[in-house]
Nanobody, 122 residues
């Protein structure tokens, strides 16, 4: 009932920048937390950054000062601006959105995007 569409991944040289977007659509009543995760080959999926409906933000330690998460509530969209990219940032990036849907009682939902590849290499 809730779909997420990600965009913005690609190949970039070390030190470069990319901006990821994730738009949510469907029977959405409200959105609470929005976040970005990443998974490199052989590794578990890990949190990169998350933003609450009130604007509270958490970052993984290794992206602090380089990545910025933001959201546009009118567009149900979350962004991840990634600067000073490093080869170790190479991974598939997934967005995650949690909220409530339009059904009776407004039950909660949690949805994942399809993933977008980010490759940092010279």
């Amino acid at each position: 009932q809730v779909q997420l569409v990600e965009s913005g991944g690609g190949l970039v040289q070390p030190g470069g920048s990319l901006r990821l977007s994730c738009a949510a659509s469907g029977s959405i009543f409200s959105i609470n937390a929005m976040g970005w995760y990443r998974q490199a080959p052989g590794n578990q999926r890990e949190l990169v950054a998350a933003i609450s409906s009130g604007g509270s933000i958490n970052y993984a330690d290794d992206v602090k000062g380089r990545f910025t998460i933001s959201r546009d509530n009118a567009k149900n969209t979350v962004y991840l601006q990634m600067n000073s990219l490093k080869p170790e940032d190479t991974a598939v990036y997934y967005c995650n959105v949690q909220g409530r849907i339009m059904d009776w009682g407004h039950p909660p939902f949690g949805s994942w995007g399809q993933g977008t590849q980010v490759t940092v290499s010279s």
